[in-house]
C-alpha cells in the first residue's frame, strides 16, 4: 500500500529525496533490518522519520536523542543531520551483534554513538539475562526518546517497565516517539471485514487483557498489539501523555508509515515511584 502523499509532502521542504549522504549510510542488503529490505523501501522510512523527528525536535538546541531497538541503524541515519552541530544520538540495543556493526559502521560520526543492552527478548534475544535492567543512561537527560517496531516485541510486564524507563530518562517536557500495532476503534471496525488470521489479534498474551498476538504465533514476542487501554496504563505510570498518533498502513488504509506511530510529552511535574 502507498503512503498517503498528503503525509509525506514535509519531505520535499527538506530535500531529502537529494541527499545524497543517507544512500551512501544505508546498510548492505544483509544488514538492512527492521522490515525495509530494498534500498528504495529504507531510504522511504528514513526520510518519514526524519521529518517527524526533526518536528519534535527543531526548537532544541543540541538534542539528545536515545533509540531503542537501533538494530542496524535506520534511524541513526534519519537523527545523523539533526545531531551534527553539537548534539548527540544514542542508539541502544539487546542484539550484541547489532551494536558491533553500527560502532563500525558509523565509526567516522562522532555524534552517534551506541550501547548494548544485554537483557532477553523472547523473539530477538531468547538466551540473555531475563531480568529487567535500567538502560544505562542518566535520568532527565534525554530530549527525545525514539523507538521503530520494537513494542510489538514486548509482553506486558516488559513494555510497562521499559515505557518506564523512556519516562526516567526523558527531561522534564522530552518527547518521545514510539510506534505500536494499536489496536483501536478503527482496528476493530476493519477486523470485522478482514478475516486474515495474520490481521486478527484474538490470542491474549501471557493472560493479559491488553496485549494481543495472532493465533498462529508460536513465540508471542514475535507480533504483539496492545490496546488503547493498555497504552493509556504504560504512558500514566511511566508520567507521560500521549500527544498525537500517526495511523498506520497496517490497518489497510492509507497511513504515514507501516505500523501507528505515537508521541508522548514527560509531564512537567512528575515523580516516578
Not at 175 to 202: G, H, M, V
Request: proline residues 4%; contains cysteine; hydrophobic residues 40%.
Amino acid at each position: 500500500m502507498k503512503v498517503d502523499r498528503k503525509l509525506i509532502a514535509p519531505l520535499l521542504s527538506l530535500g531529502i529525496r537529494e541527499d545524497l549522504k543517507i544512500m551512501k549510510l544505508v546498510p548492505s542488503f544483509l544488514k538492512r533490518s527492521g522490515g525495509a529490505s530494498s534500498v528504495i523501501s529504507y531510504a522511504e522510512s528514513i526520510g518519514v522519520f526524519k521529518v517527524l523527528i526533526n518536528g519534535l525536535v527543531k526548537d532544541v538546541v543540541r538534542p539528545k536523542i536515545l533509540d531503542i531497538g537501533c538494530g542496524t541503524g535506520l534511524l541513526a541515519i534519519a537523527s545523523e543531520s539533526l545531531v551534527k552541530d553539537g548534539g548527540e544520538y544514542i542508539g541502544l540495543d539487546v542484539r550484541e551483534e547489532d551494536i558491533k556493526y553500527c560502532r563500525k559502521h558509523f565509526e567516522k560520526i562522532l555524534s552517534l554513538s551506541f550501547i548494548y543492552h544485554p537483557v532477553r527478548n523472547a523473539a530477538y534475544a531468547p538466551h540473555q539475562d531475563s531480568k529487567h535492567q535500567p538502560w544505562d543512561i542518566l535520568d532527565e537527560s534525554i530530549d527525545l526518546v525514539v523507538s521503530k517496531s520494537i513494542w510489538t516485541h514486548l509482553n506486558e510486564q516488559d513494555a510497562i517497565y521499559y515505557f518506564g524507563e523512556v519516562g526516567r530518562v526523558l527531561k522534564s517536557g522530552g518527547k518521545a516517539l514510539i510506534t505500536f500495532c494499536l489496536l483501536d476503534e478503527d482496528y476493530y471496525r476493519q477486523a470485522s471485514t478482514i478475516n486474515k488470521p495474520w490481521f486478527n489479534f484474538n490470542k491474549p498474551i501471557y493472560n493479559s487483557q491488553n496485549w494481543f498476538t495472532i493465533s498462529n504465533v508460536k513465540v508471542p514476542e514475535n507480533f504483539i498489539a496492545i490496546t488503547t487501554d493498555g497504552i493509556q496504563k504504560m504512558a500514566d505510570l511511566a508520567g507521560l501523555t500521549l500527544v498525537k498518533k500517526y495511523p498506520g498502513q497496517w490497518k489497510r488504509k492509507p497511513g504515514f508509515w507501516d505500523q501507528d506511530i505515537l508521541t508522548f510529552e514527560k509531564k512537567s511535574k512528575f515523580i516516578s515511584n
